[in-house]
């Protein structure tokens, strides 16, 4: 079983950053791909970053190229979100999965285990 707890969302105003984190807890962290999705109300979850089990391989949605770097701390069993250059079109709950495969995927199915989401608001 693996427990996945977001944090570090909030309210923002557009231009401004975030740093979303996910910690995780249960099984070998650092065996696993980890991905980050976001919901905004009425639309389905999306795709919004992920990486590889060692960190080598990075993958971001193109809404987000550029703004948005994912990483992560294999020793504090986190993965991270830093986002920059924050859009209102970015609000929405974000949730960190995990893909126990250890490649990183952008299809939601791909992933074994989800976090309780964090809500993200950016002010135009």
């Known amino acids: 079983q693996v427990q996945l707890v977001e944090s570090g969302g909030g309210l923002v105003q557009a231009g401004g950053s975030l740093r979303l984190s996910c910690a995780a807890s249960?099984?070998?962290?650092?065996?696993?791909?980890m991905g980050w999705f976001r919901q905004a109300p009425g639309k389905e979850r999306e795709f919004v970053a992920a990486?590889?089990?060692?960190?080598?391989?990075?993958y971001y949605a193109d809404s987000v190229k550029g703004r948005f770097t994912i990483s992560r701390d294999n020793a504090k069993n986190t993965v991270y979100l830093q986002m920059n250059s924050l859009k209102p079109e970015d609000t929405a709950v974000y949730y960190c999965?995990?893909?126990?495969?250890?490649?990183?995927?952008?299809?939601?199915?791909?992933?074994?285990?989800w976090g309780q989401g964090t809500q993200v608001t950016v002010s135009s």
């Open positions: 249960g099984r070998t962290f650092s065996s696993y791909a």
């Open positions: 999965a995990a893909d126990l495969t250890g490649w990183a995927d952008p299809n939601p199915l791909g992933y074994d285990y």
């Open positions: 990486i590889s089990w060692s960190g080598g391989s990075t």
